[in-house]
């Protein structure tokens, strides 16, 4: 009975211990922030494991040259090249773009007129009534940001809050600032801002109903704005599909479709 009286009080004296040492660490605070050299390549490592892109939904612009809402549908390739085909009411045909960093084709289906010529940032502001790129629109289009360039850069500020990451970069040269906005759980992009060094907005994008595909996160809706020229690219897609195999991306046109040379 002492012996066992001895043991007992032994217990209840170690036990606290024991479970201290037993339950699993509780992380500091420091240790939950992601370094932001790995955060980075993460985000850039899922924008690269897109290689095809395919999906249909409606685009709205807004600027002073055009304002609209179509049904439009996305088949691309990345990085060369990207089809978008714009519909009417009941699906009515309205113009077919392909897009490649080199070369441009857009058929107007109502005027059965093919333009044709180099990709250049003025085409494309005609075509899309907006200031893009070719990248821009590959970004926009696939609702990711490319961060190459700032795989070897140190943010200027970088943060966590309890929801979301949030970096910048400042540009001497182009005297900008970049900043990103991405969620803690899936390291989404939630949102990404340049301004001038000024803080006076140039382009915001913002991106939401995100969801995985092959654990990539990609959002349905996308909103560019530049606020510059006072345009506006609202993307909302209904299907989105990724890495499923695409044919040769090319127009198709009637015989008598007549060709202009941009």
């Known amino acids: 009975m002492k012996l066992r009286r001895i043991l007992f009080i032994a217990a209840v004296i170690l036990l606290p211990s024991l479970l ?17 050299e790995r955060l980075i390549k993460k ?18 612009v807004e600027s002073p040259k055009f304002s609209g809402t179509a049904s439009f549908e996305v088949l691309m390739k990345k990085p060369d ?4 085909s714009i519909y009417g009411p009941f699906g009515i045909d309205l113009a077919h773009g392909l897009v490649s960093k080199n070369n441009f084709e857009f058929y107007d289906v109502m005027k059965n007129t093919l333009y044709k010529g180099s990709t250049d940032a003025n085409v494309l502001n005609e075509i899309f ?15 990711s940001i490319n961060l190459t360039d700032k795989l070897l850069e140190e943010p200027d500020n ?11 970069y400042d540009n001497n040269s182009s005297k900008t600032r970049s900043t990103f906005l991405i969620e803690n759980d899936n390291l989404a992009l939630l949102k990404y801002r340049l301004d001038d060094l000024d803080d006076n907005k140039i382009i915001e994008s913002e991106y939401k109903e995100i969801e995985l595909f092959d654990g990539v996160p990609i959002p349905y809706k996308t909103y560019v704005k530049y606020f510059k020229n006072n345009q506006k690219l609202v993307l909302d897609y209904r299907k989105i599909r990724i890495n499923k195999e695409l044919n040769n991306l090319r127009l198709d046109l009637p015989r008598d479709v007549k060709i202009v040379r941009w």
């Open 20 to 36: 201290q040492y037993c339950a699993p660490a509780v992380p500091s605070e420091k240790e939950r922030i992601i370094p932001p």
């Open 43 to 60: 985000i850039e490592g899922n924008r690269r494991k897109v290689k095809t892109f395919s999906g249909n939904g409606v685009i709205n």
């Open 81 to 84: 090249s990207i089809k978008i």
């Open 129 to 143: 009534k907006m200031d893009l790129s070719f990248d821009d629109l590959i970004d926009a289009f696939s609702g």
């Open 158 to 168: 970088y943060y966590q809050n309890d929801d979301n990451f949030v970096l910048s």
